[in-house]
């Protein structure tokens, strides 16, 4: 969960729902080599620092051509890329995938079981807010506000006890 994603985990999931920030360039733009099969879509507009949201997929038959859509690597982080072809592999549907500004696919056919979401929508720049949070800095300025929060409210309390006890000693 949340936790999970402070402390440096690629993505989070919550009830089918996907969350991750984009860290690589890979659909930033789009490549002069894409621009055919990229034509009429929109494409190269996910930004490094944007947080990418997915929706679960319910079977191989909700994807097509076209879609962007999550996978985990084969070292267990998230990836971002579109569907460019799907090929039929002794009966398994396997999906070739490739970045908008990438000038060739990813080097591995992706079975199904290995998506973990497709494209919903994207939050501009709030990835970067995320990853100072994962930062050595970040940890430091959560745990001072917390402190200060904390001390605040111990402050105020002390002071209205103080008050209360003066009024009464009046």
Avoid: W
């Amino acid at each position: 969960g949340l936790i999970g994603r402070l402390m440096g985990k690629n993505d989070v999931s919550f009830f089918g729902i996907n969350a991750m920030v984009c860290e690589s360039e890979s659909m930033s733009y789009v490549n002069a080599a894409n621009k055919d099969y990229l034509s009429g879509v929109k494409a190269g507009f996910i930004k490094v620092g944007d947080v990418v949201v997915t929706k679960s997929v319910g079977s191989s038959d909700d994807l097509k051509v076209g879609d962007i859509i999550t996978y985990l690597s084969s070292d267990g982080k998230s990836i971002l890329h579109r569907i460019v072809a799907i090929k039929n592999v002794d009966g398994r549907k396997l999906f070739s995938l490739r970045g908008d500004a990438n000038n060739v696919n990813d080097p591995r056919l992706v079975e199904f079981s290995s998506v973990t979401g497709k494209f919903a929508f994207k939050i501009s720049k709030v990835g970067y807010g995320v990853k100072f949070l994962q930062s050595g800095y970040g940890t430091i300025f959560l745990a001072g506000t917390i402190f200060i929060i904390l001390l605040n409210a111990y402050i105020g309390t002390v002071i209205d006890e103080r008050k209360k006890k003066a009024d009464a000693d009046k």
